[in-house]
């Protein structure tokens, strides 16, 4: 790739994000350290010059459009890919800023823009937000195991909450979701971890009903049942 193509990229990134809107714009001040990583990326790294190349269309389609979820998901899924493969953060506020825009816009607001958004948010740091937004996603759709996950996930890994606050939400979630496979597969995995057997040993033998051929539940069933017979022995 010559440097006249490598820098009409670079300038379609720049030019076309600012003409979408402000809230696609680059900050003068990040744009000179952008231009040099970039470049440098799209010299060697093909994928990444495709990424890019997707996320710029997927911008402009936007205001084409702009009462459709569509557009603002496929935007903010193509910043996010340029961000995995350029492990440039800046890239995610942009896709944070297209789920944002896609909320803002559209009356009814699709559930995955919010869980999406509530992703972005998760990777720059900002958990509070993080958590607003997969508890709208939630409140989007109730019957959805994914959004509560994605919550629950955030609550252990990122916010260290209690054991009491995470149980509850595995609670409020078994009321509400629809098919609840994944939901029980947390929770069994979340009871094992914290030390409650008896309870993990239920949630998986209520996994094997629904995959009664399933080798590794089986083989978690079995560890559980050893371990609280070692445990019945010491007392």
Do not use: C
């Not at 998901?73 to 995610?92: P, Q, T």
């Not at 149980?167 to 994944?182: D, I, P, Q, R, S």
């Not at 040993?201 to 070692?230: H, R, V, Y």
Request: without cysteine; charged residues 25%; hydrophobic residues 40%.
């Amino acid at each position: 790739m010559n440097r006249g193509t490598l820098l009409t990229i670079i300038a379609g990134v720049l030019i076309l994000a600012a003409l979408v809107g402000g809230s696609y714009g680059f900050k003068s001040w990040k744009e000179r350290s952008l231009i040099t990583k970039i470049e440098k990326q799209l010299s060697t790294d093909v994928k990444t010059k495709d990424l890019v190349a997707a996320a710029v269309d997927a911008a402009s389609k936007i205001a084409s459009n702009p009462t459709s979820p569509q557009p603002y998901l496929l935007s903010g899924m193509a910043w996010k890919s340029v961000a995995d493969a350029s492990k440039e953060k800046y890239f995610y506020q942009k896709a944070l800023d297209a789920y944002k825009s896609g909320i803002a816009h559209i009356e009814g607001v699709n559930s995955i823009l919010f869980a999406n958004a509530g992703d972005m948010a998760k990777e720059l740091g900002d958990y509070a937000a993080a958590e607003g937004f997969y508890r709208q996603a939630i409140a989007s759709s109730p019957g959805d195991a994914g959004n509560y996950i994605s919550l629950i996930e955030l609550y252990r890994y990122r916010l260290n909450k209690s054991q009491r606050d995470i149980l509850a939400e595995y609670e409020a979630a078994m009321k509400t979701v629809v098919y609840g496979y994944n939901l029980v597969a947390s929770r069994a995995s979340y009871l094992k971890d914290i030390g409650r057997y008896e309870d993990a040993l239920g949630d998986f033998e209520t996994l094997l009903t629904s995959k009664p051929d399933s080798q590794p539940i089986k083989n978690e069933i079995a560890e559980l049942k050893a371990i609280i017979a070692q445990q019945n022995l010491k007392k």
